[in-house]
């Protein structure tokens, strides 16, 4: 879709023209534009359509090796229907097994699906401000064990419709590599129902206590590490915004956190809440449910994004592999048909405050009155994780957040904030979090990055997995490459303007919010009792197309038997006659279809929603870039950067081997490999000092030199002697030169920079006359001359920020 350019028309003459006509003439322009391209989009998922049957047809339309015969059709007739036969009653009993499952699991309470044993550790039921929540500690299968005295990890699993679990669904899992490295594993859990009256900032509360219980069995360790899935990745943010003493780093995998973002013609549901009219559903969902909304109705969400799959593949891909399918079928279905209840209070902060209102980055989600979560006061070092196959969380939505709170990489470092995104080129959503693969070589490479991330100075990372193939064995490395702020438009086509209409459905929704709770909620609430919510949850095509294809229909109870006798006889199967290529076709035509369908429906939403929403932003935009006017920010005035450089001269040993460290990173590429990284820690890292001490002692000596380092680095070059006071200092950090320079790739600016460290320190006794003698460190200073921020401009698409609202975490 076009994006709606929101600002100031010039004239020919350059003069502002923001009159009624201006406006009009360019809304008109803009309808034009919609117009235009939803034909092309319109006419791209046509052609899209034709090449799908085009290609499927291709295999028939191939002249076969030999002629066919009336009795090699037959033959071939005879055994594709015998198979097609043996097949659907074998499909069919997999479906009732799946009805099974579901019921039996519903009477057991709905218990996480955990492919691990577990104890309860902590039941916030039971809290003074109740959730349902619990923590529960991972049991070590046999063959492996555990250190306590090994950094914790804490899995929160997403809270959107589904059930827990698929954090540790399988063995090759986030909770399996983290047990497989000997951590601690410890999973946040939750009920199928929600406590009276529970909230949202309850839960962040609970989730904080059960990390503070986890500190507590593991008091010589780091803080936790938290790994959060999809949902649980921003609930994970909350934690550390609300709590930050208590988390360590942060890892969130396929979360939303700016849900405006995305790109035009590839992530239809960011549009959902423009064209249902805001929050307004949710909230008589939660109503015809008694005060509870059904996750079913999320699940449909998802389901809907593809059709295709939903109504067809899935399924196909079942009855054509019948042999082989049914147990993958069947373990997936028992996570994806467990579906958990939430309050109407939850569900309305999460659609006002998240899906419609974007408030999460903008740092306006309350917790409480005049209380807003603000992921700037977050202290941990942050890994995000994303997926360009992911449709469900764009990268748009997983990354923009950063750009959202920080306009400028000075202003992420000005915060002392490390993060690090890490991309897969191709897997789904749900593969995240669910793929052995995935498992087996991000996340393996996460959990062991994360003993070193902590050590690395603020700014934003790119993390690359590097796979490398000898003698048949595979080897992963992992490659850090600093980047800035500004990369982070390169997820985005066409820039951001297209966000502006979503201001207008906030208003949208806020308005018709306020209807709906003044004049229908007094009114429909009353009527509902839970008895009759139950009742029609349980009719909802979700969980009906369970219980139906079950033992509870009397009309399936021969289908067991007639299925174990099929197994019992079960044909081979010929993949290559005529009646399979028909077959074959068949479903990539109807798969096709499907697409279609999708495709279609999809430029017809975008384009209504422009058409909607895109005019009311234009006559929108002229007074919110006024509003949203703020000054630029002075970076060097930050607080901590600004008391970092009051200590250029000041400092220990540590700080001095850090300082010199830090100076030759900056001369270098900006790259670092983890393996380098594993080196360097076994060559130096004792004599530095920072290993011993508490993490965050470390971070704040790495954090305040790279300010130095950053802001003034000749002034922090010169200083080092000042740094490290006796001829032992000296010779030690020489010394310890020395020895890594033969063991790392050096550029021709780190091997000058290396020799001017040498002779600021030399122990001839000539320090004054070293130092009084020019310092050649180009690359350094060009970095300084360079250095874009000491004043930077704040993203001009932000929202003007409400300065009478008072963010603050307790």
């Known amino acids: 879709m076009p994006r709606v350019e929101a600002g100031t028309e010039q004239d020919k003459n350059g003069a502002s023209n923001n009159g009624p006509g201006a406006r009009l003439t360019e809304v008109a322009r803009a309808q034009a534009k919609f117009t235009e391209v939803y034909q092309e989009r319109c006419t791209g998922a046509a052609q899209r359509y ?63 699906l955990l492919d691990f044993d577990w104890e309860m550790i902590a039941d916030a039921r039971t809290f003074e401000r109740p ?30 419709g589904h059930g827990p679990g698929i954090g540790g669904f399988k063995q090759d899992s986030q909770v399996g590599v983290a047990l497989k490295a000997g951590h601690p594993v410890y999973c946040v859990i939750f009920f199928p129902e929600p406590m009276p009256g529970q909230t949202l900032a309850d839960v962040s509360r609970a989730e904080a206590e059960f990390l503070r219980i986890v500190g507590e069995r593991h008091p010589k360790t780091r803080k936790p590490v938290v790994i959060g899935n999809c949902q649980g990745g921003w609930a994970s943010m909350l934690i550390g915004a609300l709590e930050p003493d208590l988390v360590g780093p942060i890892v969130i995998n396929g979360a939303p956190m700016s849900y405006w973002a995305g790109n035009d013609g590839e992530n239809p549901m960011r549009y959902a809440g423009g064209m249902l009219g805001g929050t307004w559903p949710a909230l008589l969902a939660s109503d015809l449910g008694a005060g509870t909304f059904d996750g079913a109705y999320l699940v449909d969400n998802f389901e809907s994004l593809n059709p295709a799959n939903t109504y067809f593949d899935k399924y196909y891909n079942l009855f054509s592999k019948i042999d082989t399918e049914p147990e993958r079928f069947l373990e997936f279905e028992r996570w994806w048909g467990g579906f958990f209840l939430m309050d109407r209070r939850e569900i309305k902060w999460i659609v006002e405050n998240l899906f419609v209102g974007n408030n999460l980055a903008d740092g306006d989600a309350e917790w409480s009155e005049g209380r807003a979560f603000d992921l700037r006061a977050i202290k941990s070092p942050i890994i995000l994780f994303a997926s360009l196959g992911d449709n469900i969380t764009p990268p748009q939505q997983a990354f923009n957040w950063v750009a959202d709170l920080y306009p400028t990489t000075e202003a992420l470092k000005a915060n002392g904030q490390v993060i690090v995104g890490l991309m897969h080129k191709s897997v789904g959503h749900l593969g995240i979090f669910v793929s052995g693969a995935v498992a087996k070589r991000e996340h393996t490479q996460i959990v062991d990055l994360i ?6 100075p603020p700014g934003l990372y790119g993390m690359q997995v590097e796979e490398q193939k000898t003698n048949g064995s595979v080897r992963y490395d992992v490659l850090l490459t600093e980047r800035r702020i500004e990369d982070l438009q390169v997820l985005q086509k066409y820039g951001r303007k297209d966000e502006g209409p979503f201001k207008a459905v906030e ?14 909620h007094p009114f429909v609430a009353p009527m509902v009792t839970p008895a009759a919510a139950k009742a029609a949850r349980a009719l909802n095509p979700q969980r009906a197309q369970r219980w ?9 109870w021969p289908l067991k038997g007639m299925a174990d006798i099929v197994r019992a006889n079960r044909a081979p199967r010929d993949n290559e006659g005529p009646m399979a290529a028909m077959e074959h076709w068949m479903a990539a035509v109807t798969s096709a279809s499907w697409d279609l369908y999708r495709d279609l429906r999809d430029a017809s939403v975008e384009n209504t929603f422009f058409r909607i929403y895109g005019s009311a932003s234009i006559g929108m935009a002229a007074e919110d870039k006024e509003a949203g006017a703020e000054q630029p920010i002075d970076v060097r005035s930050a607080p901590l950067v600004k008391e970092a450089l009051t200590h250029i001269e000041d400092g220990d040993r540590t700080k001095g081997m850090v300082r010199a460290a830090l100076l030759l990173m900056k001369a270098g590429t900006g790259r670092r490999r983890l393996s380098a990284m594993k080196r360097a820690r076994d060559l130096v890292g004792k004599e530095i000092g920072l290993i011993d001490m ?15 380092v950053d802001f003034e680095p000749v002034k922090a070059l010169l200083a080092l002697p000042k740094l490290l006071e ?66 930077a401009k704040p993203a001009s698409h932000r929202r003007p920020r409400d300065h009478r609202r008072t963010r603050a975490t307790p």
């Open 507 to 520: 208003k949208t929704s806020e308005a018709l919010a306020s209807a709906y709770e003044s004049f229908v």
């Open 451 to 456: 003993e070193y991330i902590e050590h690395l």
């Open 694 to 708: 508490p993490a965050e002692a470390a971070r704040e000596i790495i954090r305040e030199q790279s300010y130095i």
């Open 50 to 112: 034709v090449d799908a049957v085009k290609a499927a047809s291709e295999p028939l339309l191939e002249r076969p090796a030999r002629p066919v015969t009336p009795f090699d059709f037959w033959r071939d007739a005879s055994d594709y229907w015998l198979d097609f036969t043996q097949r659907s009653i074998l499909y069919w009993d997999t479906l009732r097994q799946r009805g099974n499952n579901w019921i039996e699991h519903e009477k057991a309470g709905k218990p996480p």
């Open 548 to 556: 139906a294809v079950s033992d509870l229909n009397p009309f399936l």
């Open 131 to 160: 959730a349902n929540y619990a923590l529960v500690r991972i049991l070590p299968p046999d063959g492996i064990k555990t250190d306590p005295e090994r950094r914790p990890f804490v899995v929160i699993d997403p809270r959107a």
């Open 726 to 791: 006796t001829p032992e200092d000296r010779r030690g950090l020489l010394d310890l030169l020395d020895r890594v320079e033969g063991r790392i790739e050096a550029n021709d600016k780190q091997v000058t920079l290396l020799g001017e460290i040498r002779r600021l320190l030399s122990e001839s006794g000539t320090q004054g006359k070293a130092m009084a003698e020019p310092v050649t460190v180009p690359l350094v200073q060009n970095q300084a001359q360079a250095h874009p921020g000491a004043t």
